[in-house]
């Protein structure tokens, strides 16, 4: 069959599909700009679905993040988070998690202080923003309450035991249980499948029978995430006020609900936002012109050049193929984009896995100017008309230090701003006659 071929003309590429890509998908919309984005956005389901600013700083756990932040500027100055003021992150998560209660996914409104949240295994970690079903299990945790944690027979990677067991010290009033999903007896059971069941009426009313003869007094009820997948609040209301305890989630081992929820809830809506999306398709080329940039795509039937006047790069890590490490060094894959490297691979790890300063390989990435514009070794901008944002950057680490979905929603916001001052200059509206050379 003969192949197709698609021109798509726009004022914004977005390459990736992270949060990164999302949120500057979402901040360029707001400010007028044509998107097109594109990427594979299985990896979003990697995420626990709270929403870290900054959790730890310099090995310490932080309650207040805005505080860590000027530690942070004054420690390590060229960390993406630090070259922002408190103002612009504040902004940017404010947006973002407007947006994602917009799509149906209420989440907390970012505070002046980190949330203790938990995690599947009972562990706690600091984070700026959960999902508004998770929130319950902070205010437990915080008041010592009455809860009852509950597992299920062929769930893998979240024990309700072992979740009692390590919290039990400081949170005597925890109990657990194990209950058998209903309809899925005698077989291994999976968070999405579950929360795909709970979307019908019947099995909400199954569970919640299951429930109630457990609860034994507890005023809190905490479940893995499986209350839905477009709607987890108002089932989580309903399943509350039929059985009289307060519910919560807590995420699961990846990959877990709440980021297929922040997948799918993007998929779904970035295209009634008027983003051309394609959350399945990697792109493959990039050249630069007078005017902007051509991207080429190969679908499975169509082949897609994209005429964009300026390009943001969302890429993310290894994990997502952002960058790659071979035996001498740490690449960036689609542009070739110049990465300060360390003097040689040994270099790349210390000798205690767990070193609190961590490991310099996890800090290696592109390096950007204030516009997050990636610069060259000189410090120049390698294209005026190319961004970037996201996990990519160098200088942070973002597993050691939390601040994952900070670091991508803070800085996608500061590069869609420096790309929009760029395509409308004194906001002016963009000038569409002017492409690429093509
Ligand atoms: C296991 C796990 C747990 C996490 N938990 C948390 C948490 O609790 N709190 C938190 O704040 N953050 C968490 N994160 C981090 C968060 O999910 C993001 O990884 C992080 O915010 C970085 O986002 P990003 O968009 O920069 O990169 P990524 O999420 O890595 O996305 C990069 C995107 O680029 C795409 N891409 C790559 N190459 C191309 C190409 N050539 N063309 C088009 N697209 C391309 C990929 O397909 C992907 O969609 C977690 C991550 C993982 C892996």
Not at 144 to 173: H, I, M
Not at 183 to 188: A, F, I, K, L, V
Request: charged share 25%.
């Amino acid at each position: 069959m003969k192949r197709r071929s698609r021109r798509i003309d726009t004022d914004l590429a977005v390459i990736g599909t992270g949060i990164a890509g999302f949120a500057a998908s979402l901040f360029a919309c707001r400010r007028g700009l044509e998107v097109a984005q594109f990427g594979h956005s299985g990896a979003m389901a990697y995420t626990t679905g709270y929403l870290d600013l900054l959790g730890v700083q310099d090995g310490r756990v932080l309650d207040d993040p805005w505080d860590g932040l000027g530690a942070l500027r004054r420690e390590t100055p060229e960390h993406p988070l630090a070259r922002l003021p408190d103002e612009t992150i504040r902004t940017a998560f404010g947006l973002f998690t407007e947006a994602l209660t917009e799509m149906g996914l209420g989440y907390t409104a970012p505070g002046e202080r980190n949330l203790r949240a938990l995690l599947p295994n009972g562990l706690v970690k600091s984070t700026l923003s959960v999902p508004q079903t998770m929130l319950p299990g902070c205010e437990a945790l915080a008041q010592r309450a009455r809860t009852l944690v509950l597992d299920f027979d062929g769930l893998q990677g979240f024990s309700a035991r072992a979740f009692e067991a390590n919290l039990a010290e400081r949170w005597p009033g925890l109990s657990s249980a194990r209950l058998t999903f209903p309809g899925m007896e005698d077989r291994q059971v999976f968070p999405e499948v579950m929360a795909r069941a709970l979307e019908t009426r019947q099995t909400r009313e199954a569970l919640v029978d299951l429930i109630r003869p457990q609860l034994d007094g507890a005023e809190y009820v905490g479940l893995p995430a499986i209350l839905g997948m477009q709607a987890p609040d108002r089932i989580r209301t309903e399943m509350e006020a039929a059985l009289g305890a307060t519910l919560f989630e807590i995420p699961t081992i990846p990959p877990a609900v709440p980021g297929i929820r922040l997948r799918e809830g993007f998929e779904r809506t970035m295209p009634e936002r008027g983003v051309t999306l394609d959350p399945v398709l990697k792109v493959s080329r990039v050249r630069f012109g007078a005017a902007g940039a051509t991207l080429t795509l190969h679908g499975a039937m169509e082949d897609i050049e994209v005429e964009a006047r300026a390009v943001l790069l969302a890429t993310g890590r290894f994990l997502s193929g952002g960058l790659r490490a071979d035996r001498t060094q740490v690449s960036e894959t689609l542009l070739g984009l110049p990465i300060r490297q360390t003097e040689s691979r040994n270099d790349w790890y210390r000798k205690d896995y767990f070193d609190p300063a961590g490991h310099p390989v996890n800090r290696l990435g592109i390096e950007v100017d204030a516009s997050f514009r990636p610069v060259d070794a000189a410090g120049d901008p390698v294209q005026d008309t190319l961004f970037s944002a996201g996990a990519i950057l160098a200088h942070q680490d973002w597993v050691r230090q939390r601040c994952g979905a900070g670091l991508a929603i803070a800085s996608a916001y500061a590069a869609v701003d420096s790309a929009a001052a760029h395509l409308t200059p004194e906001g002016q509206p963009p000038d569409r006659s002017v492409r690429s050379d093509r």
